[in-house]
């Protein structure tokens, strides 16, 4: 049963897949970018995760609304208007110009005209969607297998999110580094960041880490073009700014350590896989790195934790 639950996503076994869908959701993603009013951190761009996939939620356009769900049951992506009408793009194997295409053509059906930036961002090697036919790969049952991981880390750090009573983020997908993240703030302001991430402009990141905050997260690896040298799935804990000692704190459960490329606590989803009680392991990781975060940074845990 555990199996089932946290079933096994060996990075080698879908790279491939994982590299095109994430250019994918990069696209969908995009089109959030646009339409969505800024929120702070980019909040508004994010995915969410679905009993059946992701979904950008709810996005204005004109007096309309307008959504798009991946649907890795049905394997579809579905784009909804709130004035009834729906498209579909088949996920099947096909290029990321393919797919764009697609998209685009779903859109203008449902008299949606929209500039979506047109290449990809955090990524080393930034193609333009329109001339990617590099990544054209797409296993369901693997992308079925990453779905049904986010959806169970989702499901744990939605309890852990509401531990907190300060400023949090919600349980979300960034489709620039494809991780499912949650962060908690002190309440302070951070130093600025230096940015650095490829394809990124620096202030993207500025805005991203304008606060204190400790996040955690979920990550299936490097696929190649992503950054990071990680290769495997892994949970992840970070501090920005990292307070001194941050890297030498005991964190649970066993299998957990610090990553010094990364800068991030690591626990290899495997390692979780393994664990008598896999939800319990997790919400230890989260919650020793926060702790170790806050303390060592000296926020204001007794105003900013619930009590129960």
Known sequence: ????????????????????????????????????PMENHWWQVALYVTPRGLTTSAMPY????????FDFLDHQLYVRTSDGVTQAVPLVPQSVADFYAAYRTALRSLDVDVHIMPRPVEVVT???????????????????????????????LKRFRGRFLGKASPVHFFWGSFDLAATRFSGRP?????????????????????????????????????????????????????PEGYADCPIRPDGAQYNKEMREFILP????????KPDEALLAFVQSTYESAA?????????????T
């Open 62 to 69: 004109g007096m309309r609304t307008l959504e798009a769900d």
């Open 295 to 307: 303390n060592l940074g000296h926020w204001d845990r007794a105003a900013l934790e619930r009590r």
């Open 126 to 156: 930034a193609i333009p969607f329109a001339q990617d036919r590099e990544h054209a790969s797409y296993d369901g049952e693997a992308a079925r297998r990453c779905w049904r991981v986010l959806m169970q880390a989702d499901r744990v």
């Open 269 to 276: 989803y495997d390692a979780l896989r393994r664990a008598p």
């Open 1 to 36: 049963m555990m199996d089932d639950a946290w079933p096994a996503l060996p990075l080698d076994a879908w790279r491939d897949t994982y590299a095109t869908l994430h250019m994918w959701t990069q696209i969908v993603g995009k089109t959030r970018l646009a339409l969505a």
């Open 190 to 242: 951070a130093p600025r960041h230096p940015g650095g991430a490829p394809n990124c402009p620096d202030y993207v990141m500025v805005e991203a880490y304008s606060h204190e905050c400790a996040s955690c997260g979920f990550w299936p690896g490097n696929w190649a073009g992503g950054t990071g040298g990680l290769q495997e799935p892994a949970f992840y804990a970070y501090a920005y700014p990292e």
